[in-house]
């Protein structure tokens, strides 16, 4: 079953002798419960798309639909409320709140939603991330791997559509950053989760289900892994 549409989408930074295209009439579509490997050298547009699939970044032309949504068509403050929802999005340097203890971090976007915790939920997830010993630690008591674990629960304690991976495994030396993978995928299959991430990685890329190469802002590369 599809999840995720894009079609013919473009971003154009800047005007005149200083444009730049980072995308340039990319069309792709996403089955739900895989797991996608976007790749690409620096500059290639990867994390641009990765950015306008979440509803960070707006496109200069094109659509996205997730789960037969216009993502585009919502209004500034429906489109907040799909990426605390539907999407969620993991960073290479983790972006945790630092005054706020594990829990208070993974429920971070429920609790800004103004709705009430799911339990059951959140001790499933401490438990799969292996922080039930870490769930009062301040993100500066935990090592780089660990505050990783907690953007994953973060991104994952609404459920959301999508996950979207920026580099996840960068800002990791590699038995955390293979660690983070493996737990990224537990959760690919445990909740049959839609994940895309993008990686200069080629060892990780090829854990996924199917690799996307962008080059020059457009699809160079589409297989099955």
Do not use: W
Request: charge should be neutral; glycine fraction near 8%.
């Amino acid at each position: 079953m599809e999840i995720l549409r894009v079609e013919d989408l473009c971003k154009v930074y800047g005007k005149g002798e200083s444009q730049v295209t980072a995308l340039d009439h990319v069309s792709l579509t996403v089955e739900k419960g895989e797991f996608v490997a976007v790749i690409g050298a620096s500059g290639s547009g990867k994390s641009t798309l990765l950015h306008i699939i979440g509803g960070v970044d707006i496109p200069t032309s094109g659509k996205v639909f997730l789960e037969g949504q216009d993502v585009y068509a919502q209004n500034s403050e429906k489109l907040a409320i799909f990426r605390r929802r539907q999407v969620g999005l993991i960073y290479q340097f983790y972006n945790l709140i630092p005054t706020l203890n594990v829990v208070e971090n993974i429920t971070l976007p429920v609790l800004m939603d103004k709705r009430n915790v799911n339990k059951e939920r959140l001790e499933e997830l401490l438990e799969l991330l292996g922080l039930s010993n870490r769930r009062n630690h301040l993100p500066n008591q935990l090592s780089g791997g660990q505050q990783q674990r907690v953007s994953i629960g973060r991104a994952l304690m609404n459920a959301p559509a999508v996950m979207l991976g920026d580099e996840p495994t960068g800002n990791l030396d590699s038995q955390n950053g293979q660690e983070i993978i493996n737990l990224l995928k537990l959760s690919n299959k445990k909740y049959r989760q839609t994940l895309i991430i993008v990686t200069h990685d080629e060892n990780i890329a090829l854990q996924a289900d199917r690799i996307i190469g962008i080059s020059d802002g457009k699809i160079s590369r589409d297989e099955r892994v």
